[in-house]
């Protein structure tokens, strides 16, 4: 059974940065797409990045394009979203997923369904 636990959420000032990590327990496969995904309350879950964990791609929502990054340590089985210029409507409960075996696609940031391992979640807030 693998399990994500994600960490590195808080309470931060608009135009301000957080790093956000996901550490997986176990990859026994090649290819995974790690997705990081956020749901406000009241609103749909939204993709918001992909990593390619065996290899190098990574997609990206329009909303935080050029802002958040996406990044992975395979050592340490942990993958990371740093996100700056942080705008009040970033505010939200991160997840991220794994989807095994699979290469990432642009069009799996709206498939959050297709994942099949969840983490818990860590809020993030921007306050202006």
């Known amino acids: 059974q693998l399990h994500l636990v994600e960490s590195g959420g808080g309470s931060v000032q608009a135009g301000g940065s957080v790093r956000l990590s996901c550490a997986a327990s176990v990859f026994t496969y090649t290819y995974n797409c790690m997705g990081w995904f956020r749901q406000a309350p009241g609103k749909e879950r939204e993709g918001v990045a992909l990593?390619?964990?065996?290899?190098?791609?990574?997609y990206y929502a329009d909303s935080v394009r050029g802002r958040f990054t996406a990044s992975k340590d395979r050592d340490k089985n942990t993958a990371y979203l740093q996100m700056n210029n942080l705008k009040p409507e970033d505010t939200s409960m991160y997840y991220c997923a794994v989807l095994l075996d699979k290469f990432c696609l642009q069009e799996r940031l709206t498939k959050a369904a297709e994942f099949q391992y969840w983490g818990e979640g860590t809020q993030v807030t921007v306050f202006s």
């Open positions: 990593i390619e964990f065996g290899g190098r791609d990574t």
